[in-house]
């Protein structure tokens, strides 16, 4: 069965403070990981997807990486505004249709 | 335009009642889907479907009956509503098969039964 764990549940960081999300993954082949942000009342927005070891995306802030067993989701410099939920998703590439399977999230606060 | 849009955004109802909820995408999309987020806020697909075709069906109460008139609309039928059903349920759509494309999701429907 596939299965995401995110780490860590909650993080609080200062505005300008650096870091990074973690989303490990087991899945009898990837077909796709996909992160999401989601803020509260609100629907998943999608950000990114990565297909294969070593690729990497960009946008703003944010960068996603992958590995065979995780992605990380680094936060450059973060501002207020980056405080959402963040979700990663996997698809595998069973036989027949496979459905997204979602990690719990990490919830995100930046205090200015 | 909101590319996917739900109907009601709140729901509150007492046990026993049936209720529905309908889902709508103006993305042109082949695929839509119904997911419940719970109070932990874990995210876990419900039911899929392709071009009005029952694709995924997890294991859900037959109680939930999902209905595609078209492949722009989803709608979701709850019978006799249980306090477990309590949640947000999240309609969302792709251009391909399940998953594998991006998913884009509605704002959700906050359900609460008393």
């Known amino acids: 069965e596939d299965q995401v764990t995110q780490s860590p549940e909650a993080l609080r960081l200062q505005e300008g403070e650096s870091s990074s999300l973690n989303c490990s993954y087991t899945?009898?082949?990837?077909?796709?990981l996909f992160w999401y942000r989601q803020d509260p009342g609100k629907g998943p927005e999608f950000l990114f997807t990565?297909?294969?070891a070593g690729e990497e995306k960009e946008k703003e802030r944010l960068k996603a990486t992958l590995t065979k067993k995780e992605s990380f989701l680094h936060i450059t410099a973060p501002k207020p505004e980056d405080s959402a939920t963040y979700l990663c998703?996997?698809?595998?590439?069973?036989?027949?249709?496979?459905?997204?399977?979602f990690g719990k999230g990490t919830r995100l606060s930046v205090i200015a | 335009d909101t590319a996917v849009s739900q109907t009601p955004k709140y729901l509150v109802t007492q046990m026993g009642n049936d209720k529905s909820i309908k889902c709508e995408q103006n993305?042109?999309?082949?695929?839509m889907y119904w997911y419940k987020q719970d109070s932990k806020k874990f995210l876990k697909i419900m039911f899929s479907y392709n071009n009005k075709e029952l694709i995924i069906n997890e294991t859900v109460p037959n109680r939930f009956s999902p209905k595609s008139p078209d492949k722009a609309h989803l709608n979701l039928h709850i019978n006799s509503l249980e306090l477990g059903d309590s949640a947000v349920y999240f309609c969302?759509?792709?251009?391909?098969?399940?998953?594998?494309?991006?998913?884009?999701f509605g704002a959700g429907t906050r359900l609460s039964v008393l």
């Open positions: 993305l042109g999309h082949d695929t």
């Open positions: 969302a759509s792709s251009q391909g098969g399940v998953g594998g494309d991006i998913q884009y």
């Open positions: 990565l297909y294969s």
């Open positions: 899945v009898s082949g990837l077909r796709g």
């Open positions: 998703a996997v698809q595998g590439s069973g036989s027949g249709n496979t459905p997204l399977v």
